[in-house]
C-alpha cells in the first residue's frame, strides 16, 4: 500500500498540483495559448444588421451613441427586412442628427431582446429603444419564446459572461438562467458561459443537486476566467456606465398627410389582383385567395407572453427611454383574428402601466382596417412604415 | 529494490505530468471548439414570421 501511494498516488497528486499552478498563471498560458484576432467584416457606418452572429464589433456599438449624436436603436424581427425608403432607419437616419440603428430579423423574439439589453444594462439608463411587437409571437408554436438557434445568433458568449459577471442584476440574471436551462437540450457542444448557466440552475434545484454539480460549475467558472483573461480583449464588455448624449431636434418640417397619402395611394396601386390589399406577387405565390386561422395559446402557458413582461420590467427598472410598436395581421387572411384581441389589449395595457408610449396598429375588424398599412399579412408597407417614423420622431423630439 | 522505486517515482511523475499537460493543451484553455450550434432547422418555420 506504501509503495503504491509512493509510486503512483504521489506522482499524480505532483503532476495534477503543477497543472493546477499552471492554469492560474495567466502569463504561461498566455504565451503557451494566443487567440486568434476575428476577422469580421464591419461596416462602421451601419443602419440596420441582421444580427450580431458574434461580431465584437457591432456587438461593442450595441446601445451606444455617435461621437456626436445620439442613437435610437429599433429592435424587432422579419419587418425590419422590409428594406424600404420610409422604413426608419434610412428615413431617420437620413434626415435627422440623431441616428437610428435596427438589429433583428425573423425570429428575433423577446427573451432575445431581454438577454441583448441584460448583457448591456450598464447601456440602459435613458437609452431610446423602440421595439416592435409582432403579433405572431403570441401564437401556435412560437408562443414558447425564442428558440435556442435564434438566441445563439445574438446572445454570444460574450453577452452571456456580461451578465454572468454582474452581480447587481440578481432577479433578471435568474430568468435568464430559468430561460436558457429550458433549451439548454437543444444547444450541441455548448461553450462555457452556457454550460455555467445551466449548472446554476441546476445547484438551485435541490440541496443534493448542489452536491453533484459543485465541482462542474466550479470547473467551468475556473476555466471559464482563464478563458476571460486570455481574450480579455474580446471577451470582456466595458463595465463603464454609458452617458447618452442629448437629442438634438431639428427643424425639419414633414407633411405627414401627403407623405401617407402618397405612401398609401402606392400600396393600393401595387394590390390589384385581391381586395386583401396584398400585393399581387405575394397574394399569386403564397396566398392564392386562401384564408388562415391563428392559433390562439392561452396566457397561463404563452411563454412569449411571460418574456414579454420580464422584458418590459427590466426596461422599467434600467429607466429606459423605451417605446413600443405593435404592428397589425392582415384581418382579410386571418378569419380569426379578433380572438387575438385580448392578448394584444393586455400587451397594450402592460406597456401603458409601465409608462411606455406605444403606437398599436392592431384592428381585427376587416370593415375598419387601415388598409395599405400592410404590404403583406403581415409586415408594414411604406404607408406603414411612414406611420412608424412619425411615432418615433414625436416620441424622442427629433423635430422642432 | 529501493532505487528502482526512486527511479519508477520519477518516471512517472514524468510521465504523468506529460499526460496531464497534454490533456490540458487538447483542451485548450481558450475553449474555442464549442460552436454553440443547434440541430434545429428553425429558419424554415420562421419564414412567415
Known amino acids: 500500500m506504501k509503495k503504491c501511494f509512493f509510486i503512483y498516488f504521489l506522482p499524480l497528486f505532483f503532476a495534477i498540483t503543477l497543472l493546477v499552478i499552471i492554469v492560474f498563471k495567466t502569463n504561461i498560458n498566455s504565451f503557451l495559448f494566443q487567440p486568434r484576432s476575428a476577422n469580421y467584416s464591419i461596416d462602421s457606418t451601419y443602419h440596420y444588421i441582421e444580427n450580431f452572429q458574434g461580431n465584437q464589433y457591432y456587438e461593442e456599438q450595441f446601445l451606444l451613441s455617435n461621437s456626436n449624436s445620439e442613437n435610437i436603436f429599433l429592435l424587432g424581427s422579419s419587418e425590419l427586412g422590409v428594406n424600404t425608403e420610409a422604413t426608419p432607419y434610412n428615413f431617420i437616419t437620413k434626415n435627422f442628427k440623431t441616428k437610428l440603428r435596427a438589429v433583428g430579423h425573423a425570429g428575433n423574439q423577446c427573451f432575445s431582446i431581454y438577454s441583448q439589453l441584460l448583457a448591456n444594462e450598464n447601456r440602459l439608463n435613458n437609452a431610446p429603444i423602440v421595439i416592435i411587437l409582432s403579433p405572431g409571437w403570441f401564437i401556435s408554436e412560437t408562443a414558447n419564446g425564442t428558440t435556442a438557434s435564434l438566441f445563439l445568433e445574438f446572445n454570444s458568449s460574450r453577452f452571456l459572461n456580461s451578465i454572468i459577471n454582474n452581480d447587481s442584476i440578481a432577479n433578471f440574471k435568474q430568468y435568464e438562467i430559468e430561460r436558457i436551462s429550458s433549451f439548454y437540450d437543444k444547444i450541441i457542444n455548448p461553450d462555457l458561459s452556457l454550460k455555467i448557466l445551466y449548472f446554476e440552475k441546476k445547484l438551485s434545484e435541490s440541496f443534493l443537486h448542489k452536491i453533484v454539480y459543485f465541482p462542474f460549475i466550479k470547473t467551468c467558472k475556473t476555466l471559464n476566467n482563464v478563458k476571460l483573461k486570455l481574450q480579455s480583449n474580446n471577451l470582456k464588455i466595458k463595465n463603464k456606465r454609458h452617458d447618452r448624449l442629448p437629442i438634438i431636434s431639428d427643424s425639419f418640417i414633414i407633411n405627414w398627410d401627403s407623405l401617407f397619402t402618397y405612401s398609401k395611394q402606392k400600396q393600393i396601386e401595387s394590390c390589384t389582383n385581391n381586395n386583401w390589399f396584398i400585393y399581387n406577387e405575394y397574394f399569386n405565390n403564397y396566398i392564392k385567395g386562401r384564408t388562415s386561422t391563428v392559433s390562439i395559446v392561452k396566457d397561463e402557458i404563452n411563454q412569449e407572453l411571460k418574456d414579454f413582461k420580464m422584458l418590459v420590467k427590466l426596461l422599467k427598472t434600467k429607466k429606459t427611454k423605451a417605446s413600443f410598436i405593435i404592428l397589425p395581421i392582415n384581418p382579410c387572411y386571418y378569419r380569426n383574428s379578433n380572438e387575438l384581441t385580448p392578448l394584444i389589449k393586455s400587451l397594450e395595457s402592460e406597456i401603458s402601466l409601465n409608462n411606455f408610449s406605444c403606437l398599436s396598429f392592431w384592428n381585427s375588424d376587416s370593415t375598419t382596417f387601415d388598409n395599405g398599412i400592410l404590404t403583406d399579412i403581415m409586415h408594414l408597407s411604406s404607408y406603414g412604415w411612414y406611420k412608424v417614423d412619425k411615432f418615433i420622431i414625436e416620441t424622442y423630439n427629433l423635430a422642432k | ?49
Not at chain 2, 2 to 9: A, E, G, P, V, W
Not at chain 2, 11 to 24: E, P
Not at chain 2, 26 to 41: A, C, D, I, R, V
Open chain 2, 1 to 49: 529494490m529501493k532505487i528502482t522505486n526512486s527511479i519508477r517515482f520519477f518516471l512517472n511523475i514524468v510521465i504523468y505530468t506529460l499526460i496531464v499537460f497534454c490533456l490540458y493543451y487538447l483542451y485548450s484553455p481558450l475553449n474555442e471548439h464549442p460552436n454553440n450550434k443547434t440541430g434545429s432547422s428553425v429558419q424554415f418555420v420562421y419564414q412567415q414570421f
